[in-house]
């Protein structure tokens, strides 16, 4: 059987893939443990001159890291282990001072090959959390980032939907694959961050050709059931989860660069490092491209058309295998990179896919299922809605902690579905 | 390699008490798809209410329980399935059968959040889950609990053996039940709900009632299948319940066959049968010297190697789907279904 052979070489592309990635991981070492000090009393200045000693589990003494103009500190590590930071007080400059004056060491595990970073705040301390008012600006602007990348990684499911009626419950893993491959790329063959990420975009867009041709597209032409389609999807889900947890294991691992910034301003309470902005700027660039692409191009237009209604499209001469195929690509190069942008501040985690999948569901459903831009509006309101949801906080029993926040998601499908089950901008008709 | 003893090791637990939890996961599945058409894939979510249902309601007062007996817990626990078809069934029950696979998926999910969340810890002891609720499940146990009684190579303790003749008993009982209803007219009605829902409600049927009906039985069997776990392993932990828990009990009916009453529990004894040879294989050769020493596998490989049955009963099942969707016992014209 072709189709056989095809899965067969997919899962073996995918496997070896992933295989060569980590078997660059045997040039190891490069642990450290570094960081940055800034006075928050004044203006986030570069504290120079602090000294730090860290000593390893036994209490032997690695060495002494002293910061400089910048602030910046970092100290290499003779290998994997805990470690714990010891600030020298003594070495403070005159008037800067910790925010916690107990907390003068800090413990710390380093895995292999990681930097830890380990800071000791100074300045003057907030008395207790942040309030409300405070944490506003800040949270809104994290959720304008995850409103964003829920948005982008949910264009692609939206779009297969649209023009093939299939659920994939597979998406959220192109998101971790994205992110997975920046990794490897990244941390085990040195290269930076954003080269990295652009080859693992392309590399998504390669899965979702290899997906489409070795796998959605002949099960299409066997006309398997849709429900047979999701349980495929549901198989090929688990399958990449376990493949990814086999060579990525369950760690929530950083970049090497990016994952400690100077802020570039204060929001109320919280600091926004550039990669906040970053994210923002090219996600609403990127987002832009996609919509325009949709409205203008001869290509996008036929992805609407096909989406609106497959058998007219196919018979006033659109190539529907073709657009499709377009779609899958375009959809799993979005993904991955949501994926990548996701974990610049979040670090990379096998499942994280996973978990946004939810909120594209929720995202796609509240914007109104198979269309591409209410989908994406739907994303991102969404998103923002739950960032904003963590500042509930009345009371001790009426409050939303960080861990909570997707259980918004859900109430927020179950509610559109009972009111308007088409969403905002949906029409009536999808909804069957 | 002892091949002896990992055969010993994969038949006991092909009918052993984790085997059961998939066998009622996957009976209750069997009314949603295999008879009725709905896509539930948040199993899980059904039988993490069962499991928490009886470790909240009967665990003591110190441990943050209520301190009620384990039978009131077992029933609390249906309740709460009940409750939660139909929070789940009444803005989707009415929709395209695809809704009805997101917001079940999501809510599984999402209840799995909520109860290993810090915020919950005084309920539901969060990620560590709760311990100690089934003292007085074990008290009634005829068989002596901490006895092994042997029946030839196999060795089940007396508290496994317990468990499992509940476990089957019930089990017994949801397939006689499940029989009788799908004799009965209420069954057939179902039937026709999965041929041509328009159909039957032509003929004046209330298919959106009938729909929640069987989201409500299948559930409760789910939680069911939660509860007896819970109740073996007299611990109710979050993580039991991903999304894998309700794939697992997809692939034993799929397998065995949907819409049959034998496919579920056939298809969980081979199913769970084939899932716990191969984490016993991979237990056994990650244990080996050649593996430990292997210098071109990554270490994080080794670490990660109980993921290997995953990789491969994940690429099982889709080529299950793709092939023989009807598995074992089913009929081919009854599996094909469309998203309605």
């Known amino acids: 059987m072709g189709l056989t052979r095809r899965l067969v070489t997919v899962c073996t592309l995918l496997i070896v893939g992933l295989g060569c990635w980590s078997g660059l991981a045997s040039a190891q070492g490069g642990e450290a443990i570094a960081g940055t000090f800034l006075n928050r009393e004044d203006g986030n200045k570069p504290v120079a001159g602090v000294k730090v000693d860290v000593v390893d589990s036994s209490g032997k003494k690695v060495g002494t ?31 800067v001072r910790l925010t916690d004056t107990k907390k003068t060491q800090l413990t710390v595990e380093v895995s292999e090959g990681r930097r830890r970073a380990i800071i000791f705040p100074f300045g003057k301390g907030i008395a207790g959390p942040a309030g409300a008012l405070d944490r506003l600006p800040g949270t809104l602007l994290d959720g304008v980032r995850l409103g964003l990348i829920i948005a982008m990684t949910a264009i692609g499911l939206s779009l297969i939907y649209g023009t093939t009626q299939f659920t994939n419950f597979a998406h959220g893993e192109m998101v971790t694959f994205g992110a997975l491959v920046t990794w490897f790329l990244n941390h085990d063959g040195g290269l930076p961050v954003l080269w990295s990420a652009l080859i693992a975009v392309a590399l998504s867009a390669v899965a979702g050709l290899v997906l489409d041709a070795g796998l959605w597209g002949p099960l299409r032409k066997r006309k398997t059931s849709p429900f047979s389609l999701m349980v495929v999807s549901f198989g090929l889900s688990i399958t990449l989860i376990a493949v990814y947890q086999l060579f990525f294991g369950t760690r929530n691992r950083p970049f090497t660069e990016y994952a400690i910034q100077k802020p570039l301003f204060s929001l109320g309470s919280q600091n926004v490092p550039p990669r906040a902005i970053v994210t923002i700027v090219l996600s609403v660039v990127v987002l832009g491209a996609v919509g325009l692409f949709l409205q203008r191009a001869r290509f996008g237009k036929a992805m609407r058309a096909v989406a609106d209604n497959g058998p007219l499209a196919a018979s006033s001469g659109i190539n529907t295998a073709r657009v499709v195929r377009l779609v899958w690509m375009m959809g799993s190069a979005l993904a991955g990179l949501g994926g990548v942008l996701y974990s610049l501040d979040q670090g990379v985690n096998f499942l994280e896919g996973q978990s946004l999948l939810l909120l594209m569901f929720a995202g796609i459903t509240l914007g109104g299922l198979g269309t591409s831009f209410g989908a994406a509006a739907g994303c991102f309101i969404l998103g923002v809605a739950i960032q904003l949801s963590t500042l509930v906080n009345f009371s001790e029993t009426f409050r939303v902690p960080p861990s909570l926040k997707n259980v918004g998601a859900l109430v927020v499908l179950i509610v559109v579905l009972m009111v308007r089950p088409q969403g905002v901008f949906g029409r009536r008709e999808r909804v069957g | 390699m002892n091949w002896s003893n990992l055969f010993v090791l994969t038949v006991s637990a092909a009918i052993g008490p984790e085997a059961v939890r998939y066998i009622l996961g996957a009976q209750g599945l069997n009314i949603h798809y295999g008879y009725t058409g709905l896509f539930n894939f948040g199993q899980a979510g059904f039988m993490a209410v069962g499991a928490y249902g009886v470790a909240i309601v009967s665990a003591s ?39 009805l696979a997101i917001v079940t998926i999501a809510a599984s999910e999402i209840i799995r959040l909520v109860i290993r969340s810090e915020r919950f810890d005084w309920l539901t002891g969060g990620n560590s889950g709760i311990n100690g609720f089934a003292n007085s499940f074990f008290d009634a146990n005829p068989f002596d609990n901490s006895h092994r009684y042997e029946f030839g190579p196999f060795e089940y303790l007396g508290k496994d053996l317990w468990v499992m003749l509940i476990g089957w008993l019930v089990i017994a009982f949801f397939g006689l039940l499940t029989f009788l209803l799908m004799r009965s007219p209420w069954g057939r009605v179902l039937r026709s709900i999965r041929e041509n829902e328009d159909a039957v409600r032509s003929l004046g049927k ?38 894998r828990t309700t794939f697992i009990a997809y692939a034993a009916l799929i397998l065995g066959g949907a819409a049959r009453v034998g496919g579920p529990i056939i298809g969980g004894v081979i199913w769970y049968g084939i899932f716990a040879f191969m984490t016993n294989l991979v237990t056994e050769v990650s244990g080996t010297y050649w593996f430990k020493s292997a210098s071109w596998l990554p270490s994080i490989v080794k670490d990660n190697a109980g993921q290997f049955p995953f990789v491969f009963l994940g690429v099982a099942l889709m080529l299950l789907v793709v092939f023989r969707p009807q598995g074992i016992f089913g009929d081919r014209r009854e599996v094909e279904l469309d998203a309605r």
């Open chain 2, 206 to 243: 209330n298919v959106q009632a009938y729909k929640m009906q069987a989201l409500v039985l299948g559930g409760v069997m789910g939680a069911v299948g939660g509860a007896i776990y819970a109740l073996y392993q007299n611990l109710a932990l979050p993580d039991d319940f991903v999304t």
């Open chain 2, 61 to 99: 007062e110190q441990a943050g329980g209520l301190g009620y007996s384990v039978w009131l817990g077992v029933l609390a626990g249906l309740v709460a399935a009940v409750l939660l078809a139909l929070l789940m069934g009444v803005p989707t029950l009415r929709l395209r059968g695809d809704y």
């Open chain 1, 65 to 95: 890291a002293v910061s400089d103009d910048s602030g910046k500190y970092s100290l290499d590590l003779p290998g994997p282990g805990t470690y714990t930071a010891k600030l020298q007080v003594g070495s403070l400059p005159k008037g």
